[in-house]
């Protein structure tokens, strides 16, 4: 328990005076210690700073900067061996369809690389330029790992423009392969602005499961609406507003009827609630051929 100083009286000013004067003793032998210990704390950062511009001077100004250099580099690099802070293992997670040499090559950090001076922002730049990378994610795990994270582009069609092909993904962006032969059986989409509108009329398409796997293209008609290309060659054409609607009543009476069997090359469903055929030019030669009286 702390002792509670008595209420001072006149007759103690001197001995407040003195206990004042002790204090203040105090503090100056308590700032003199401090000043101390600082300097011990900071003269060896000191006499090192010294002496290295002290040595770099040197060799400057006797030619031998590139000697020294060399020599601080080796150091260096011992010093980050024996610490254990080189990179030792690099392990990838995510990887389906990135080629591993392409890979290997964006990484660029061989073994024995000071895990510290790995520059992740650069490395995760290069890595996510390759084709099927649409992210990464980098991370040093010290002592001696790189971790790296892929988030891989997931093929949706293949755009057509200007009679060439290209793949494109799930949001609409361009996939820069030149081989497309393992694709072959993704849908074709056509237009302009196709590709950024493809995954909402594909998900679309895929609410009538009797037509979806025969959709073969997609055609975008003035930024508005689409026609769709079936595996028959029949072209349907899907009205702006509700084509959900149309395509699932398309739908139905393929199921019930077998529409799509019939000799027809194109399905009009532009306007509400009506649907126009136009027949192949055999079904109408049949169907305008005069008859026979009997």
Not at 96 to 103: K, N
Not at 114 to 141: G, M, N, Y
Not at 151 to 170: S, T, V, Y
Not at 232 to 258: F, M, R, Y
């Amino acid at each position: 328990m702390r002792q509670l100083m008595p209420w001072a009286t006149k007759s103690s000013k001197p001995a407040a005076k003195a206990g004042k004067s002790a204090r203040a003793q105090k503090r100056s032998r308590r700032a003199q210690s401090l000043t101390i210990r600082r300097f011990r704390r900071v003269l060896p950062i000191a006499l090192l700073s010294l002496s290295l511009a002290a040595g770099f001077t040197f060799a400057w100004h006797f030619k031998i900067a590139d000697k020294v250099t060399h020599t601080a580099h080796n150091i260096i690099r011992q010093a980050v061996h024996l610490s254990g802070l080189e990179i030792a293992d690099i392990l990838v997670i995510g990887r389906h369809r990135t080629e591993r040499d392409a890979l290997v090559a964006k990484i660029d950090t061989p073994r024995g690389s000071a895990t510290l001076a790995v520059d992740l922002v650069a490395l995760k730049a290069r890595v996510e330029s390759l084709p099927w990378v649409k992210s990464a994610a980098i991370q040093r795990q010290l002592p001696s790992t790189l971790f790296i994270s892929l988030q891989e582009r997931q093929p949706m069609a293949l755009w057509q423009r200007n009679g060439k092909k290209q793949l494109i993904d799930m949001d609409g962006d361009v996939i820069a392969i030149e081989n497309l032969d393992a694709f072959k059986h993704l849908p074709i989409v056509i237009g302009e602005d196709a590709p950024a509108r493809a995954h909402d009329a594909l998900a679309m398409l895929a609410g009538a499961p009797i037509l979806r796997p025969r959709v073969r293209a997609l055609t975008r008609i003035g930024k508005r609406r689409w026609n769709v290309r079936l595996d028959n060659g029949v072209d349907v054409q899907l009205p702006e507003q509700q084509p959900q609607k149309a395509w699932k009543h398309l739908a139905e009476l393929e199921q019930t009827h077998g529409i799509l069997a019939r000799n027809v090359t194109v399905i009009d469903m532009r306007l509400p609630d009506q649907l126009v055929m136009r027949l192949s030019p055999s079904a109408f030669k049949q169907f305008s051929a005069p008859g026979k009286d009997t």
